[in-house]
């Protein structure tokens, strides 16, 4: 048995046999090795090396066999198979692992790196055509080194618990949901996309392990806490049934949460809080009425593009935001224009080859310079308003200037529609998140040009922290009680009522129970979570008054480190309110 702890990303607990996964985009991990170590690491290397050189060895005869009827040129083959036998390459690699401690998968893309600089370096057409085939065998030799399961996700035709380094978020969205039962990663925070996704699933997820990929093997049993950020290999038998306890008393609890579907969330003296669903894809609307939504408060529409291949023509849009408008009927929809970039990567779309993504072209940013691409959604939008109660919203507004721009395209729309002949809601309410620091600080400013605000907190605390919420080995300062973090939330609320206009928050902190009666207290009058997380937030703010939410608020900020901020919070949530962390 192997205990591995990592960042709840997704609650709930799941078991099963584990599914090794990996494909060539995911990257090769890196890490250290003790001394004892290295001999059997360089045995791992030879084997994976030995493995590629059977498989080429029968890819070779099953081609000389096919040869004979069509002529394929096998060449290739051979120049792969030296490539196995080059000193070069195999003695460095184990000399690498030797001296720098490192695992082998990351020395072999390390050596195969030089090798291919240096050939590419060289002005000949033979050399340069070698580096390719060089690239080609080490994607095998780290292939058998990470255990590389050659399947795609989407078949998936038996219950899994998915253990891979990383995962994109178009495999996050094409695999069979119904038989992933649990995620474990090496890579990711609680605000990635991978955990966004598992969340909007349901599936349990436990991030950020660093290790689990070194430490697990396909086929063997595994538990995922995803409540307590915690993975168990290979439990032993009294593990197990601690487990298979908590999972029944996870479904008796699910049930009783759901009797609460129906009532509105409105505090004990009579605050109405609107509670919404963020969702990724059109299917999931059936699960916001299930959990009993106010509306859809956030629509990431990027995640319609992440489709392999297909970049949205304006009908197939059109279609996918009706289809939304039209099952939501009465309730209100947000849907977020295009935020492509940072780690949601659309490898059809430019600008993912940056030094620094996260700060770079990204979202309305991208959307202002490929108008193009901005002008077909804005027109698919507009033409879908009239389908339901559409509310539209800017991501990551940074100031005054990028907000009228996006509006002038967003006019300049309208009047193309007009002049065409096309119905549109002609005042459909346009509202920005705040989620990059500048734009919370001039949200007065801000706040007079649109209807209404909704705070990102994913990236607020990104940003205003500087720490990146994909990395695990930073995710301890993600910390969404930084007294600066709720500083800036309680600006953005005095500014937006200021103003007169509604301010809500779509990003995970609404949705974490843990901040419910916080936010309250400072004032939020919408939260937008994984619909899931309703039932639980609503229980809270259906047992709280809004001066006991106050008080809480007024006793923190008057400390001074968000590590006493969050003991306090957590201490008052689980014995006032039987909140537990995950
Ligand atoms: C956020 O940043 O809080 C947010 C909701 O947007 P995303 O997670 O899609 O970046
Ligand atoms: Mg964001």
Not at 10 to 21: D, K, N, R, T
Not at 145 to 166: A, C, K, P
């Amino acid at each position: 048995m192997k205990e591995l702890r990592g960042i709840s990303a997704s609650p709930g607990i799941a078991i099963g046999e584990i599914l090794f996964y990996t494909d060539q985009h995911t990257a090769v991990p890196r890490y250290s090795i003790e001394s004892e170590e290295v001999d059997a690491e360089i045995r791992r290397f030879r084997e994976a090396v030995e493995k590629a050189r059977a498989e080429l060895e029968e890819l070779k005869e099953a081609a000389a066999r096919e040869n004979n009827k069509n002529g394929v040129d096998t060449r290739f083959l051979d120049s792969h198979l030296l490539m196995l036998q080059d000193p070069e390459f195999v003695e460095t690699a184990e000399i690498r692992v030797r001296e720098r401690r490192c695992n082998a998968e990351w020395v072999v893309q390390m050596v195969v790196h030089e090798i291919v600089e240096r050939l590419r370096a060289i002005d000949d057409q033979y050399m340069r055509e070698r580096s390719v085939d060089i690239h080609d065998v080490s994607q095998r030799i780290i292939g058998h080194l990470m255990y590389r399961d050659r399947i795609s996700l989407g078949d998936l035709n038996r219950e899994v618990v998915l253990v891979t380094h990383d995962l994109l978020p178009s495999d996050a969205l094409s695999m069979n949901k119904r038989m992933v039962k649990g995620i474990a990663m090496d890579a990711g925070g609680r605000t990635s996309h991978t955990a966004i996704l598992a969340r909007a699933f349901e599936i349990p997820a436990v991030l950020g392990l660093s290790e689990i990929t070194r430490n697990a093997h396909g086929g063997s049993e595994i538990i995922v806490d995803g409540n307590r950020g915690r993975v168990v290999i290979d439990p032993d038998p009294e593990t197990r049934s601690y487990y298979e306890k908590a999972l029944q008393e996870q479904r008796r609890r699910e049930v009783e949460l759901m009797s609460l579907t129906d009532p509105p969330a409105e505090t004990r003296d009579g605050k109405l809080v609107q509670l919404k669903a963020n969702i990724e894809l059109s299917e999931e609307v059936e699960a916001v009425f299930a959990h009993g939504a106010d509306g859809v408060g956030l629509f990431r529409s990027e995640f319609l593009f992440l489709d392999p291949g297909r970049l949205r023509r304006e009908e197939e849009q059109f279609e996918a935001y009706k289809a939304v408008l039209e099952q939501m009927d009465e309730r209100p929809v947000t849907i977020r224009t295009l935020d492509i970039g940072g780690d949601k990567v659309i490898p059809e779309l430019d600008g993912q080859d940056e030094k620094n993504p996260i700060l770079g072209w990204r979202a309305i940013r991208f959307c202002l310079g490929r108008q193009d691409i901005f002008r077909t959604q804005l027109r698919a939008l507009l033409r879908a308003s009239v389908y339901g109660r559409l509310r539209l919203m800017f991501p990551m507004i940074s100031g005054i200037e990028e907000l009228t721009n996006a509006l002038d395209v967003l006019d300049d729309v309208k009047r193309e529609l007009r002049e065409e002949g096309r119905t549109f809601t002609e005042d459909v309410p346009v509202g920005i998140m705040i989620e990059v620091p500048s734009a919370a600080v001039t949200s007065d400013i801000l706040a007079h040009r649109v209807d209404f605000l909704s705070i990102g907190t994913n990236d607020l605390i990104q940003y205003t922290v500087a720490v990146d919420r994909g990395n695990e080995r930073v995710a301890y300062l993600y910390e969404p009680f930084h007294p600066a973090v709720l500083r800036l939330i309680r600006m953005v609320v005095e500014n937006g009522h200021a103003a007169g206009i509604p301010v809500g928050m779509c990003g995970e902190m609404g949705g974490d129970p843990m901040a419910t009666a916080v936010l309250l207290g400072l004032g939020l009058d919408e939260l937008s979570m994984s619909a899931a997380s309703i039932p639980e937030v609503k229980r809270i703010i259906r047992s709280i008054t809004t001066a006991e939410a106050e008080e809480l608020v007024g006793t923190i900020m008057e400390m001074r480190g968000y590590a006493d901020i969050d003991q306090y919070v957590h201490n008052v949530m689980r014995e006032r309110f039987d909140v537990t962390a995950y």
